[in-house]
């Protein structure tokens, strides 16, 4: 899944990307608000190609979004690749002190030792179908089960199998690495942690 999209419109077309009145350093600096600002508020990861609306024609988004990353060193804030995009996220060492501010200890994903374990064979074996879970796990996989899981936008529908009924696929989302720190699939822990820990009996 890619980042979210920054609606265009008339809106889009009064911004002064280029800011051609300022001289470098502060258009330089204006161009990194901007996108720490676009950051801030969306919830889910911004693609390059998207962040590149609001600054100027041909500059390099990587090298702001760095920039902006460098600044924020050592703040409870950092700058999260995730996926084909970026977001703003709070430091996992200050998660505890978010959750009693907020007590918002009860409004977590709350996943069952079981619904971590599907997700979690979904994640190393996507695309996989209801069937394949099933030869994981040995017992059916409910589609209530399903259900809860892509009711919390952590897994989606993928391409239907290649065999007789095309059944749907599972696949992890950008939620799904979003909300367990990762940037991409490869930094997936190894297998066997995830045995070692019981929430995932591997298989075939």
Do not use: K
Request: hydrophobic share 45%; proline share 6%; aromatic share 6%.
């Amino acid at each position: 899944m890619a980042g979210r999209r920054i609606p265009t419109g008339a809106a889009a077309g009064t911004l002064d990307r280029e800011l051609a009145d300022l001289p470098p350093e502060r258009r330089w600096r204006e161009w990194i608000r901007r996108i720490e600002a676009v950051l801030f508020a969306s919830a889910s990861p911004v693609a390059r190609t998207d962040l590149a609306r609001v600054v100027g024609q041909g500059v390099s988004v990587d090298l702001l979004v760095a920039d902006l990353a460098a600044e924020l060193e050592g703040r409870a804030v950092e700058l999260a690749r995730i996926g084909d995009g970026w977001m703003l996220r709070t430091r996992p060492a200050y998660a505890a002190a978010i959750r009693v501010a907020a007590d918002v200890a009860g409004q977590g994903l709350d996943l069952s030792e079981t619904e971590l374990a599907v997700l979690a064979a979904i994640a190393y074996h996507q695309p996989i179908t209801r069937d394949g879970l099933r030869q994981i796990f040995g017992s059916e996989i409910g589609r209530e089960l399903i259900g809860r899981l892509a009711a919390r936008e952590l897994i989606a529908p993928g391409p239907r199998a290649p065999r007789r009924g095309a059944p749907y696929s599972f696949v992890t989302t950008d939620t799904f690495l979003t909300v367990f720190g990762l940037e991409t699939l490869r930094d997936l822990p190894d297998p066997e942690q995830m045995q070692d820990s019981g929430l995932y009996g591997g298989g075939g």
